[in-house]
């Protein structure tokens, strides 16, 4: 079953990384873009909020 809360949760961290990327102009159209650092960034945000969800429980 789907955790809507959690995947919304997700999304909104997500996109606020992403916007903060567009802004510092390090996305992945850019000269001084870095893929990985990206992904990382949103694995951690995701590993914590899971992490959150196990702690409540």
């Keep these: ?5 959690l995947l919304y949760k997700i999304r909104k961290r997500v996109k606020a990384i992403l916007k903060q990327k567009i802004e510092d102009e390090e ?4 000269k001084k873009s870095c893929l990985g650092c990206l992904a990382d960034e949103v694995s951690w945000e995701i590993y914590y909020l899971i992490k959150e969800k196990e702690e409540d429980e």
């Design 27 to 30: 996305l992945a159209t850019t």
């Design 1 to 5: 079953m789907v955790n809507y809360i």
